[in-house]
């Protein structure tokens, strides 16, 4: 599996190695093909904000947006890579989620990180036993990080 990651910040604090290999290990519990791309950027607010409202026609940047490409369920061939699509992370709006909600920003990005990577894999949360479904197997895909690292 290939994973991209690439921060328009500058400078970046992150550790984008971690985000790579989180991005890795939520893909291979998703059992998505071994020939698999996914993208991640790591944007600013400024950013973010447009995105959102080009995109999503909302005001104000969000914590994560995805954007599918290739249906996962699709037959990979040998010739061409499976592009799932695009992840874009704000780790200023996760800073002020995680300060909200009383966790650390690691735990906040993991979430995120692991909520795009589900989207990509085909989950959505329209309704409310979707929205169950998903945030389940992202908890459960962050807990098993967690033990593994």
């Given at each position: ?100 909600l009383g966790h650390t920003v690691e735990h906040e990005l ?40």
């Amino acid at each position: 599996m290939n994973v991209w990651i690439v921060s328009h910040r500058d400078p970046e604090p992150l550790n984008l190695d971690a985000f790579v290999d989180l991005a890795r290990f939520a893909l291979e519990r998703e059992v998505a093909p071994d020939n698999s791309e996914v993208s991640i950027a790591v944007v600013d607010n400024d950013e973010m904000a447009q995105l959102n409202e080009r995109y999503r026609d909302k005001k104000g940047p969000t914590d994560v947006l995805s954007f599918p490409c290739d249906e996962p369920t699709m037959v990979p061939t040998d010739d061409e890579p499976l592009t799932l699509g695009d992840i874009v992370i704000a780790p200023l709006v996760a800073e002020k989620n995680a300060s909200d909600l009383g966790h650390t920003v690691e735990h906040e990005l993991n979430h995120l990180l692991v909520h795009g990577i589900l989207h990509l894999m085909g989950y959505d949360h329209v309704d409310d036993e979707d929205a169950r479904h998903m945030l389940t197997r992202q908890t459960v895909i962050v807990q098993a990080w967690t033990i593994h690292v």
